[in-house]
């Protein structure tokens, strides 16, 4: 049974940073692909970041890019987003989510495990 534990959501200003960080259960390198991805009320869950754990390519969805950052610690089991110059826009509930590595790496529906999310809130 694989766990997916969120952590290092909270409330900041617009233009702060914060990190967060997902903890595996086993190490990330059994999954082909770990993403990042938000929720905001109303609407859609959307795809912010993702990284092929072996090779360490990344994707970042356009409304992030330049200012997100996904990286892996396999010796943590760990998966990070650091984020920087937060938005309003950017409050959400964000999710990371593993899998083999089949589908678009930000569509949500490529991903079969998931954690239970932690809120973040840009004011």
Known sequence: ????????????????????????????????????FRQAPGKNREGVAA??????STVYADSVQGRFTISQDNTKNA??????????DGTAMYFCAADI??????DSQSYNYWGQGTQVTVS
Do not use: I
């Not at 990284?51 to 360490?56: D, F, L, P, Q």
């Open 51 to 56: 990284v092929h754990t072996a090779g360490r």
């Open 79 to 88: 998966v990070y987003l650091q984020m920087n110059d937060l938005k309003p």
């Open 101 to 106: 590595g089949l589908g678009r790496w930000l």
């Open 1 to 36: 049974h694989v766990q997916l534990v969120e952590s290092g959501g909270g409330s900041v200003q617009a233009g702060g940073s914060l990190t967060l960080s997902c903890a595996f259960s086993r190490s990330p390198l059994h999954f082909g692909r770990v993403g990042w």
